[in-house]
T-cell receptor, first 115, second 113 residues
């Protein structure tokens, strides 16, 4: 079945630094990638939707200059949290959707802790 | 806009008990409906789905029927196991290549031996 690999699974960074999270579709072409943020014991909040080769569409309230999303190929999308602060600490999850009936496949998530 | 409402949790059951997790939705058109499961520290896994009215999705003993007349997609399992302990999310998609998933708040299920 469709597999999405997300790395790293955990990362700790210092306040003010940037962190990049990768999401790869291993056995299908991901025409659309979705990035979510999940707070403890809460649901997933969609941050942005990206299509290969075009700019991401951000949800209302999400700072596009802080959360940089790149979807340069059909198998790779990245989320970069720039100038991270402790309030950016969260669980980030990507989801990829391909064509030809491939549904939504989720990565295993990244636990970001900013200290 | 689209929305998904799940019953409040958490839910704690004894092993082999019957499980029902309620989910209702609001959407225009004919959405697809999903149940996802999240184990601690992991991403989401698709549990089952239904794409049209009266469809029944099933997997690993779990079932849910797409009821358009009541706009519901309740999750059921006849006999839960300790390994079913997880967070369960109901979700819908409006369709289309770029259509996003709309999630309910999720409910934590704990099954005790």
């Amino acid at each position: 079945g469709a597999v999405v690999s997300q790395h790293p699974s955990r990362v700790i960074c210092k306040s003010g630094t940037s962190v990049k999270i990768e999401c790869r579709s291993l056995d299908f072409q991901a025409t659309t990638m979705f990035w979510y943020r999940q707070f403890p014991k809460q649901s997933l909040m969609l941050m942005a939707t990206s299509n290969e080769g075009s700019k991401a569409t951000y949800e209302q309230g999400v700072e596009k200059d802080k959360f940089l999303i790149n979807h340069a190929s059909l198998t790779l999308s990245t989320l970069t949290v720039t100038s991270a602060h402790p309030e950016d600490s969260s669980f980030y999850i990507c989801s990829a959707r391909g064509g030809q009936g491939v549904g939504y496949t989720f990565g295993s998530g990244t636990r970001l802790t900013v200290v | 806009g689209n929305s998904v409402t799940q019953m409040e949790g958490p839910v704690t059951l004894s092993e082999e008990a019957f499980l029902t997790i309620n989910c209702t939705y609001t959407a225009t058109g004919y959405p697809s409906l999903f149940w996802y499961v999240q184990y601690p520290g992991e991403g989401l896994q698709l549990l089952l789905k239904a794409t049209k009215a009266d469809d029944k999705g099933s997997n690993k003993g779990f079932e849910a029927t797409y009821r358009k007349e009541t706009t519901s997609f309740h999750l059921e399992k006849g006999s839960v196991q300790v390994s079913d302990s997880a967070v369960y999310f109901c979700a819908l998609s409006g369709g289309g290549a770029n259509s996003k998933l709309t999630f309910g708040k999720g409910i934590t299920l704990s099954v005790r031996p």
